[in-house]
Each structure stands twice: as structure tokens, then as C-alpha cells.
């Protein structure tokens, strides 16, 4: 079920938060209230996926019990092995195996296997858990508490990738505690703008992109062509998984629960350590604190240091996609990040404007290597940003375009806004009322998957 969706707004989520609050003063119905409306939303899509899912989430909380009652890293060992083989199954089966033929000189037909929603977000979110608990960060739950921890519907799909230490503690308060009134309007304001932002900016947006994308597979665009759906899938990538942030921030708000924030205005970062800072923070901090720095990070010498910047990013990229142009794009970062070091202790600064710009170059390159399904495609739109298919434009200037870059560069931050800026005033109620129903109509057209989901 898409959060954009009508069915999702009208129906779904209505009648949610009716039965979520006539037991918001029993912990153990409202829990499960919660749990099954998540069931209900992970099923909308395809139910033959739900038992994968619960018997994923079900092996995991069995091996970290085994832990508690009996000790011995193996079950944590186990546990990581479990929920790493699931995701390299179902995501990376196909193209490890398309490698190995490769290699091998052989000519099979290719194979695909369907992949799960969410199987991504999950599985890090498993991960974080067995490792907490093995470092001595992590605690004991109930069946009841570690599934609705997993399946909680706001972030099931595509995050932000919450950590059991930051929802579980909130799960056990009452939502009717002071400043019910509060988060509900912060909630619902979180959610609409970020609707808007899915509806009116981002959809237009990738009828500007897509089409230029298609064309690189077998040919070199215009220059024109090719900076304006570069530019138009950088800010279509942003604000549409920021539109699904601020849309799952909203609704843990309605449902009492403070999300962790996952965007930051990145395209307003000086340098690609700042980028990172504010892009998908919460990956960050997973790649952070579960991959880079128990692989060394930046604590045992030069050597160490770029091998854990390359492998981490790598798998970043990897994580995101199987394919080449995925890991290419992890390395590119990780490479990146390296270089930023090396000048950052060199002393030297550069003007803002010209770091900026430098960021932005490097971050929009980067964002066509990650948007090409493979290196000819990317090659092609290289190619044509550096005038080589000629300059004639064939695609029309999109109204959408420059207000999006206006969104990302000049405005307040939606967190700011709506935690600092937000009035409890009749005109504001009735913007944000309209803003929500223009948004709605818009979706009565057809509501598009968000990017995130693909990943």
C-alpha cells in the first residue's frame, strides 16, 4: 500500500488511528492493533511475501533468545548469517550468478527472482539488533514487542532505518500522554507536506528524467538534454525519499513515536563528509557504526582507513542495487570521502560557492551512475553533458525543475518549519487543509512508487 495512495489516506489510515486510540490505554491491544494493521499494509502488496518476512524477523528473535538464555556468539554469528543470506537470495542470487557465468564463458538464459518489499530496510534493521546485542546494547523482548518493532507500518519499507534502542522505549509510553494535541498536528503537517512533495513536484519530475534516461541506452543526448534530466533525477531522487521520510516521521507522530530525522537540505553541504551528513542519515549512521568503523575507520593508520572508506561505500552501493553501476557509485563516493580527508589535513579552504559547486558537481555525476541500469547508458549521458551529442534540447523546461531546485536550496527545512515555524493559526490549518486535498486529487490519477521502494 503506497502511502500516496487514496485507498492509503482515506481508508487505511483513518481507520488505524480510531482503532489505535480506543486502546491507547491498554499497552497489550494497542500493540496489537498496530501489529496487524502493519500485517495488513506489508500484505497489500503481495501476501505470498508476509511469511517470509515473519519467519525472517521470527529466526532472528529466536537466535538472540538463544543468546540471552545460553550465550556463545554463535547465535548472534547465525543470526547476522540468517538475514544476509535471505538478502543475498532474493536481491543478489541473480546477478552473482549472472557474474559467475560471466566469468566461466558460458550462455544461459538470465533469471530473476521476485524480491520482496522491504527486505532491505528489515534486514538492517535486524542486523543492528543482533550486533547491539552482542556488544551489550541490547535487551530482551517479547515476541509481541521485537515483531512490532520490525513490522511498524510508517517505516516498513523504506525507512528511516529506526534502531530498537530509539522505538521500543516510546512504544511503551502511553499515546495520550501531554502533547497529544502537538504531535498530532505536527504529525498530520509532516505528512502532507511531504505528500505534496510526491504528488506536485517529484512525479512531474521523472517525466523530465526518465525519458532522456531511456533514450541514453542507445544513444549520446544534447548537452541540454542531458544537465536537464541529470538535474531533474538529483532532485526528483531527493525529494521523492524525503517526501517518504517526512511522510513516515508524520505518522509515527500520530501514533505518539519520534522517528529519527533522514534528510538535512543535503544539497546544501560544502563538502561530501557534510553531504553524507544529511543524505539518508540513518544509513549513514548504520554504515557508520555497523560497517566502517569495525572495519578500522580512521583509528589505525592511512592503510586501514581507505580500505574501510572503499569497502564500506562499496557495500553501501551494493546495498542499494545489484549491479555494477551500484558498486561504481559506492566507490566513487568512497573515493570521494578519501580525497575530502586528504585536503581537509592538507589546511587548505575553499571558497563556500566554489565548495558547494564541487559538492554538487561531484553528487549529480554520481547520481547519473547511480540512475543508468548499466555503464553504456551512463557512459552515453556523460558524454552528452560534455556537448558531445550536440546541443539542440528536445525536452521541454519543466516548471517542476526549478522549483524543486528552489525546495532543496532555498527554503526552510520541512523539521524546521513544522517544529519551529508551525502557528496554531486558522489561515495555516486552512493552507495545509488545501494543500492536502489539491494533493489528493492529484493522487486520484494514479499513485507512483516511491524510488526507495526499488531498493
Sequence with gaps: MLFNSQAFILLFLPVVLVAYYAAASQPLWRQAALILASLVFYAWWDPRFLPLLIGQAGVTWLLAEAYFRWGGLGWITLGIVWNIALLAFFKYAAFLAGVLVGLAGLSVPEFSIPLPIAISFCTFQLISYLVDVQRGDGRHYDPRQFFLFVFLFPHLIAGPIVRHSE????LEQ????????LRLAQGFTFFIIGFAKKAILTD?????????????????????DAWHAALAFSMQLFLDFSAYSEM???????????FPDNFDAPYRALDLRDFWRRWHMTLSRFIRDYLYIPLGGSRHGMTRYVMASLLAMGLCGLWHGAGWTFVAWGLMHGAG???HRFWSESGRQLPDVVAWLLTMLFVLVGWVLFRAPEFATAGHMFQGMLGAGGFKSTVA???????????????PTTKSFVETQLTPRPWMAAGMAGLAVYSLLLAGGGSTEFIYFRF
Design 167 to 170: 522505538i521500543m522505549p516510546q
Design 174 to 181: 502511553s499515546p495520550l500522554r501531554p502533547g497529544l494535541d
Design 397 to 411: 523546461l519543466s516548471w517542476a525543475l526549478p522549483a524543486a531546485i528552489a525546495v532543496a536550496l532555498i527554503g
Design 337 to 339: 570521502l578519501i580525497a
Design 248 to 258: 513516515a516521521i508524520g505518522l509515527g507522530l500520530m501514533l505518539g513515536l519520534r
Design 204 to 224: 512531474p519530475l521523472a517525466q523530465v528524467s526518465d525519458p532522456v534516461f531511456a533514450a541514453a541506452a542507445i544513444g549520446t543526448p544534447s548537452l541540454l
